[in-house]
């Protein structure tokens, strides 16, 4: 098969398009020959060298792709040859071919192209991890999404409009917070400008009860003065910075709570697994896609020995949602 290598950490020319060795399923797994592949954050810091696969995983890049079964390992039941599918992975996506554990296997939802679907697992399940099974968000509470316009943002509004929630989401550009109100965003803020105070004027000066936010350091502060009382902040990303003081007296006299969560280093079983966060996604979330309510926003498609181009993207910034590498 041919796949994208990172030939050495650096730019996007260091990724190239070579032969490699099939995969072969595992017990457990399968075989899926890929027809597009979701380009995400993580890949870029792990061509540049700052985000290692955790070991045991792929050397190749790729968090998410959806193809077509052509191999089934042993102890896999409920996919066959010729399924159409699309999954979460810790690596290897970028490929002609990919081995996954069927746990981590998820139908293409109706309604949706078997190549956008390529794009749909690793902003589905790091959103639904975060917003509803970790931080229990809920119908008529407020969410602050940061970062609207990118491929988690645009995603993340549309979950939290169709539970009911009041979103308000942040954006650099005129154009993307555009982007925001379109995609059913009540509140879109330039993130450049006093959040804080905006937060509050937006919230009558309650604050919000959820946000989700891919910075890290800088936005700490800011993020724990937006907060309601019995607020909770998820951390999904460390772009300001990974280290912060936190006011801890802040927290306790409001109930707040900050958690940090990452989805690739995690194992496929277990109550926190990729396996169980695909099988709530699969319950709960897709009928939301299927409905039409939550749909994929693809930013542009590049075929995959291209993907350089598609990297260069996402250096430039500006991409709004998700750039897909499609197999030739």
């Known amino acids: 098969m041919h796949a994208i290598s990172i030939r050495e950490p650096g730019g996007p020319d260091v990724l190239t398009w070579t032969e490699q060795p099939d995969p ?41 792709c959806s193809g077509r079964v052509s191999e089934v390992g042993p102890g896999v039941s409920g996919w066959n040859v010729g399924d159409e599918a699309c999954a979460l992975l810790a690596g290897g996506g970028y ?81 993307r917070l555009q982007v925001c109100r379109d995609l059913g965003a009540d509140v879109a803020l330039d993130y450049h400008g006093d959040l804080v105070e905006a937060v509050k004027e937006a919230t009558d000066g309650r604050g919000v009860d959820v946000i989700l936010d891919h910075i890290g350091a800088r936005n700490l502060d800011m993020n724990l003065d937006s907060l309601a009382d019995g607020g909770r902040m998820m951390v999904i990303g460390l772009m300001g910075g990974a280290k912060g003081e936190i006011n801890l007296a802040k927290m306790l006299t409001r109930r707040l709570s900050v958690a940090a969560t990452s989805l690739r280093g995690r ?62």
Request: aromatic fraction near 2%; glycine fraction near 14%.
């Open 24 to 64: 072969e399923p595992g017990s457990g797994e399968v075989v899926l020959d890929v027809v597009a592949a979701g380009v995400n954050r993580a890949d870029v810091m792990q061509r540049q060298g700052n985000y290692p696969p955790p070991k045991g995983a792929s050397e190749l890049p790729g968090l998410e």
């Open 267 to 328: 194992p496929t079983d277990g109550s926190h697994g990729k396996g169980a966060i695909v099988s709530a996604v699969r319950t709960d979330l897709w009928p939301l896609v299927e409905s039409g309510r939550v749909r994929p926003i693809v930013h542009e498609r590049v075929p995959m020995p291209e993907a350089a181009r598609a990297h260069q993207l996402m250096d430039d910034g500006g991409v709004v949602g998700k750039v897909v590498l499609e197999v030739p």
């Open 95 to 175: 490929a002609e071919k990919v081995a996954v554990p069927a746990a981590q296997l998820l139908p293409v939802p109706a309604g949706v192209s078997l190549a956008d679907a390529g794009g749909l697992p690793e902003v589905a399940c790091t959103v639904w991890s975060n917003l509803v099974l970790a931080a229990g968000l809920r119908s008529g509470e407020t969410l602050l999404v940061h970062g609207g316009s990118g491929g988690i943002g645009t995603h993340a509004i549309q979950v939290g409009k169709a539970l009911g929630v009041t979103v308000i989401a942040t954006a650099g550009h005129d154009d």
